[in-house]
């Protein structure tokens, strides 16, 4: 429904549907957050047992929150005109909250607990009721009411959590966040109005691909940035040297095995489903794991550059072995959500990485992200020689095919 009060503020047939320079702007934010993320990360590359599980646990949660903010954002400009002065504002306003989370996330869950779920909250409960009133009499304002609703069902756990003890702040804002996915999944259900599944949702599927593709390419970047300024800021050796080529090389393996097929057809993907909304989650979940690998992997890059034939510290596996494989499993996800089916190279690497960890446990560093770099290296060789000479596939996502008549007036 395009008509009525508010309609002004719905995405034209007529629009382009591209990423804009105001989102490019925007996620500016989130590469602060990112980093701040992998700093967070990286403090953890000495411990081990149940420190090293509930520090991991702490850096995970708040990267979650900070991408349920970015999501969310994604979902909103592909919805609503991004040239609207309205959703300008509202990106904006959600960019400093990002920014205020991203500077107190080295502190997030000690002293600076409050400032972080207050500007969460702002972009959670205030975001969406400054959207709704936008959209008056319009049939698509109960969805940000939802929204609003279900934040606040949440909010009295993160602000307990931040002025409360230390040692409640992690079960407390982990029930919070659970909610606040929960609510997502289920489509922010309420009594007499039902659900509103995301999935059935009109958007532009080209600027949803944009977007993910742009996070993982920042993410990336970031992973560039940890290579460049660890390596800059200690002592030149060959060993450093070589730790901080290899490091170069996994990077843009990342990327050639990401956009191989699956990832630059994202577009295509979107447009051929009769749901694109219904694809559009699937991926944004796979997007997330991606995206999260690719952090852990450059906190990989950091300790091995640092200490590239220092002793062998188990927990470091972790970070090097466990955020490429990370990355092979979500990569497998994304073929299947393209084409419907998973490369053999991608499951051959995977479990490559698996057989040859228990062994890794008793290399250097050095050792572990050269055998990283070498897996793969075979993964995107393979996938290569596979595709050499056959015309482009078609994608053919399985999710979203059945056409369904979406009659929801709040889609």
């Given amino acids: 429904m395009a008509a009525g009060r508010g309609a002004e503020l719905l995405r034209p047939p007529s629009s382009a549907g591209r990423a804009t320079f105001l989102e490019l702007f925007f996620d500016l934010a989130f590469v602060v957050a990112l980093t701040r993320v992998s700093q967070r990360f990286a403090s953890l590359g000495d411990d081990t047992g149940w420190t090293l599980v509930t520090g991991f646990g702490r850096t995970l949660l708040l990267f979650l929150a900070l991408w349920l903010i970015w999501s969310h954002t994604a979902w909103i400009t592909s919805r609503y005109e991004p040239e609207q002065p309205l959703i300008q504002a509202v990106v904006v306003g959600t960019m400093f909250a990002g920014l205020i989370m991203a500077v107190t996330l080295p502190r997030a869950m000690e002293e600076r607990a409050l400032p972080f779920a207050a500007a969460y909250l702002m972009v959670m409960v205030v975001r969406p009721l400054v959207v709704a009133a936008a959209l008056r009499g319009h049939p698509r304002r109960l969805v940000p009411i939802r929204l609003a609703v279900w934040a606040s069902a949440s909010a009295p756990l993160w602000l307990a959590g931040a002025v409360g003890p230390d040692r409640l702040v992690l079960p407390l804002w982990a029930v919070a966040l659970a909610i ?56 030149y050796s060959a060993g450093r040297a070589a730790a901080f080529a290899v490091a170069f090389a996994t990077s843009a393996l990342l990327w050639r095995i990401y956009f191989h097929r699956a990832g630059l057809l994202l577009t295509d993907a979107l447009a051929r489903t009769v749901l694109p909304g219904r694809l559009g989650t699937v991926l944004e979940r796979t997007h997330l794991l991606i995206v999260l690998s690719v952090l852990v992997t450059a906190v990989g890059y950091e300790l091995v550059i640092d200490h590239p034939f220092g002793p062998p510290q188990p927990g470091w596996l972790l970070f090097v072995i466990g955020g490429p494989m990370l990355f092979l499993v979500a990569r497998m996800r994304l073929e299947y959500e393209i084409f419907g089916r998973v490369s053999p190279a991608l499951v051959l690497g995977s479990v490559a990485l698996l057989l040859v960890t228990p062994a890794l446990a008793h290399w250097s560093p050095m050792a572990g992200l050269s055998v990283v770099a070498g897996v793969l290296t075979l993964v995107a060789l393979l996938d290569m020689l596979r595709g050499r000479g056959a015309p482009l596939e078609p994608p053919a996502p399985p999710i979203g095919r059945e056409a369904t008549d979406v009659r929801d007036p709040e889609a």
């Fill in 180 to 235: 606040d996915y929960l609510a997502w999944i289920l489509g922010w259900p309420l009594p007499w109005l039902g659900a509103s599944k995301v999935g059935s949702w009109r958007i532009a599927g080209t600027h949803l691909a944009d977007r993910y593709q742009q996070m993982f390419l920042i993410a990336l970047g970031e992973s560039i940035l940890v290579i460049g300024v660890v390596f800059s800021g200690t002592d």
